[in-house]
């Protein structure tokens, strides 16, 4: 193999891949709209328009990225440093919500805070209030809070994975030297922690920057983000240039970030020696310790499994025939929306029995998640001991994410809507649009673990004679293969919930969960209502399985790292 | 290595199945995602012409109609069903469609078929009104209110959720009944007093009748909601406990609602103009015609085609609603929506 090949090799899957699937058909609809006859329709208005989304956009996603970290934090130490009951169910809890589209979530959201939410009717009821003292939908303030449900598992995850690889000896070695637990965290810990700090918040900040469906069903008309403001010009004013700027603003707006956040990892990468799972797990035993521990157990359970529970109770419950009355809203208990969602009243074309939403969803997330694991463990090992071409290479892969989810949706159907690539109509492009979101979560997953991994172990495996292959099954795979199944689990929820790319290309023969529950709450009535909350609690259980089981996976060779 | 490998494999795969060619003739039709026709309908269909149809959803009304726009040079359907009339006029300029004159038309009142030249033809319509919540104003001891101006009035204050017309074709048309009543000079002082009566303005219908309504199952706090005349009979058809009478009404007092009516035509460029006119005339046959409401929650514009008895007991339509010229819309909605923003939103 020549020498010059040698370095490219690992990038060739990827870098196919997202010149096809991405660059192309992005810069094809970006060209339509922004060549030079169409820029000038871009007036004083439109540039101020722009300015204005773009100020509230970051504004918003800074706040988010903040809050998520203050929770997120915590939490990841809660859950690799502390042991406790449920705390498999917990964690599997507080990553749900990654995977519930938007519409369900704001349902969770409006149950428990809307005007006629829990909440509300019990201080109500409580302080014979006449009117409903929580408002909190339609504020920035539930714009934050939904993000901050959306993406703590983010940081739970990546943050968690690197201080669970994090070399004890360290943090002992600073406390044998006098310093205070405090001490150790902020001179030692935290600084140890930085790559993945930063990774988790570029990532958060990024989801939050390009942010939609929170914007559009919990905000409300009061907010524009850049990605809302950009379905407003590109789908209902047809005004392609003003939309093909503001996509580009949103994308050179990542661009930038990724370049920040490469730069900042590449200084700061860290080694440290691989520790066999849960050896550093203890029970809380000070008062502290236990102070800490009940706290972040009761703040997560409350704002993870209360909107969530709101969804299986709300499918179980059907409204007496007095609505309309306020504050009087009896209850009863019925399993009627799940058996009719096995019954094609209206015998629809489109109809699509629960079993086989669940297949079609499962079967885009087996793919999705072979996909995205096949691209990015080369990438990620490249990634791992970066050269040139990896500093110059690393930004474009995050891109995916910032990139506007309707403009690339037009991008392809310009681009895939003739042969040889006429693919708008095939269902392949589903897996393949959720790869593109799923990659940068994969490789940002695979990638510190690789890392870590110290060179002196392969060249102590190497001198004692094993081979090269044999170095990578004894030494690189038992430690990736934890950080192998965390990144699964992210391309899994990234697909089984994915609703926008979904919707794109879609075809009737194969529709997934997410898009029958979009169906049912398209068309008035009880009996649709219940059905699309049953539809999401099927929808929420099958992704708690999904995660469930991937994580209890023992991959053969993982040992027990 | 192997990976490199793996993924050149699957690309390959991909764009060979892309290319092969495929067993059965087959009609492409692209729609909103709202569309909807019984399976039997649409086999009968298959059976009498030897063809397999194919749907393609490509979003709600505006997505849908973009899509089409921006790949016309190589259309990815036969027949695009879904374009309603504050949209026409733009699929009208973008030249997409192939002209048809269907002899099904003779059928269609005049009132309907708004392209003289035929390359859209009408399909279905709605009113889109505001619906009450009988339990409330019964309860509250309130008169419904009967025309616009009424909603402006203290004693509703609060009481009415919209959506926005930037976003949702309802919110759109319920803009463009008021600019109809209050004309164009007057529309926006209107808004300015709703506004300052608490109206309350959420993006989607999802939104303003799940969450906001408070007749619908999300039972929110808002009685009055704009939706559709319709409605009414849908919330009796798919209600959780068997009704038998509709829980909520459509306010159709003059001008209070408009007239929302959906196109199909045949996309330029098919390799099957025969099929698609089949297809076409079959939409606006009646046996089609008459799938429409309980499917869709429209009105067939066939006026041969007899409506269901849900309809006829609970759904109202409008005797006059708001309707303007083609020309009007194209020429003031985007300036009619920013107007609109100004001075609700901001």
Not at chain 1, 155 to 172: K, T, Y
């Amino acid at each position: 193999m020549s020498s010059w090949l040698r370095p490219v090799l690992p990038w060739l899957g990827v870098s196919i891949f997202l010149s096809l699937f991405f660059l192309y058909p992005l810069a094809r609809i970006l060209w339509l709209g922004l060549n030079t006859a169409a820029l000038k329709i871009l007036d004083h208005a439109s540039l101020l328009l722009a300015f204005h989304s773009f100020l509230f956009t970051f504004y918003q996603a800074a706040l988010s990225t903040l809050l998520t970290l203050v929770l997120g934090l915590p939490a990841a130490f809660l859950f690799v440093r502390y042991d406790f009951q449920g705390k498999s169910l917990l964690r599997v809890l507080t990553a749900i919500p990654f995977m519930l589209p938007t519409v369900v979530v704001a349902a969770g959201f409006n149950a428990l805070l809307g005007p006629r939410g829990w909440v509300n009717l019990g201080l109500m009821d409580l302080f014979h209030l006449q009117s409903a003292p929580v408002s909190i939908i339609g504020t920035l303030g539930v714009i934050l809070l939904a993000h901050v449900f959306y993406n703590t598992t983010i940081v739970i995850r990546l943050v968690g994975n690197a201080l669970s690889h994090l070399d004890p000896c360290l943090e002992q070695a600073a406390r044998t030297l006098g310093a205070a637990p405090p001490r150790v965290l902020t001179h030692v810990t935290l600084p140890l922690l930085r790559p993945s700090i930063l990774a988790a918040s570029i990532l958060v900040f990024i989801f939050d920057f390009t942010s939609f469906g929170v914007i559009l069903l919990l905000g409300g008309p009061g907010f524009s983000t850049l990605e809302v403001e950009i379905y407003k010009q590109a789908m209902q004013i047809f005004n392609l240039p003003l939309a093909g700027l503001l996509s580009l603003i949103q994308l050179l707006c990542t661009l930038a970030f990724s370049i920040l956040y490469s730069r900042i990892v590449s200084r700061n990468a860290v080694t440290s020696a691989p520790r066999a799972a849960g050896t550093n797990l203890r029970k809380a035993c000070t008062f502290r310790q236990k102070f800490f521990l009940g706290g972040m157990v009761l703040l997560l359970l409350g704002l993870f499994l209360l909107p969530l529970v709101s969804l299986p109770l709300r499918s179980l419950t059907r409204l007496e025939a007095d609505r309309g009355q306020r504050g009087q809203v009896s209850y009863g208990i019925t399993g009627d929306y799940y058996t009719e969602l096995f019954i094609n009243r209206s015998d629809s074309i489109f109809y699509v029995p629960p079993f086989e939403a669940i297949g079609n969803s499962l079967g885009y997330a087996a793919v999705t998640v072979i996909l995205s694991l096949a691209l990015g463990f080369p990438v990620a090992s490249a990634l791992a001991r970066p050269r040139r071409l990896e500093r110059l290479l690393d930004p474009i892969l995050m891109l995916p994410l910032g990139a506007s989810a309707v403009t690339l949706g037009l991008g392809f159907i310009v681009t895939f809507n003739r042969p040889p690539m006429a693919l708008v109509t095939s269902p392949l492009l589903v897996p393949l649009a959720h790869t593109l979101i799923a990659l940068p979560f994969v490789i940002r997953s695979l990638q510190p673990a690789l890392a870590s991994i110290p060179d002196r172990l392969r060249q102590a495996a190497a001198s004692l004679g094993a081979s090269p292959r044999r170095v990578w099954f004894a030494v690189d795979w038992p430690i990736v293969a934890r950080a192998t199944i965390s990144a699964a689990v992210f391309a899994f929820t990234v697909s089984l919930g994915e609703f926008g790319a979904t919707s794109l290309v879609v075809r009737p023969e194969y529709p997934t969960m997410p898009i029958a529950i979009a169906r049912f709450l398209s068309q008035p009535g009880g009996m649709n209502y219940g059905q699309a909350m049953a539809m999401a609690t099927v929808l929420m259980v099958v992704c708690g399985i999904g995660i469930l089981l991937i994580e209890r996976l023992r991959l053969p060779g993982a040992g027990e790292f | 290595m192997k990976h490199i490998l793996l993924i050149a494999l699957l690309l390959t795969a991909i764009l060979l199945s892309a290319c092969s060619p495929k067993g059965p003739v087959m009609l492409t039709i692209m729609t909103h995602d709202s569309f909807s026709a019984r399976e039997s309908v649409i086999t009968a269909f298959e059976q009498a012409n030897n063809v397999k149809v194919v749907f393609l959803k490509s979003g709600d009304a505006g997505a849908a109609l973009n899509k089409a726009i921006l790949s016309k040079d190589s259309p990815l359907a036969d027949v695009f069903y879904g374009v309603d009339n504050t949209f026409l006029s733009r699929a009208l300029d973008a030249g997409i469609y192939e002209p048809y004159a269907s002899p099904l038309l003779a059928k269609i009142p005049a009132e309907f078929q708004l392209d003289p030249q035929n390359h859209a033809l009408p399909v279905d319509y709605g009113d889109i009104c505001i619906n009450y919540d009988k339990a409330y104003f019964t309860a509250h001891n309130l008169p419904v209110p009967a025309t616009l101006e009424d909603l402006a009035k203290p004693e509703y204050s609060g009481l009415l959720v919209v959506e926005n017309p930037a976003t949702s074709s309802p919110g759109l048309g319920f803009l463009l009944a008021t600019v109809k009543y209050f004309g164009p000079d007057g529309y926006l002082d209107y808004w300015r007093s709703l506004r300052a009566n608490g109206v309350v303005v959420v993006d989607g219908w999802e939104t303003a009748y799940y969450t906001n309504f408070s007749a619908s199952s999300g039972h929110g706090p808002q009685p009055l909601v704009v939706t559709y005349d319709t409605s009414p009979a849908a919330e009796v058809i798919y209600a959780s406990t068997p009704l038998t009478d509709a829980p909520t009404a459509s306010i159709l007092g003059p001008d209070t609602c408009f007239r929302q009516i959906e196109f199909v035509g045949i996309l330029k460029g098919t390799r099957q103009l025969d099929l698609a006119q089949k297809f076409v005339d079959y939409m606006l046959g009646q046996q089609f015609q008459e799938d429409i409401p309980l499917q869709m929650f429209m009105y067939p514009v066939n006026s041969d085609a007899s409506l269901p008895q849900e309809f006829t007991q609970y759904a109202q339509t409008a005797s006059q609603p708001a309707t303007f010229d083609l020309a009007v819309i194209a020429a003031n909605r985007d300036k009619w929506i920013a107007d609109w923003t100004a001075a609700v939103l901001h």
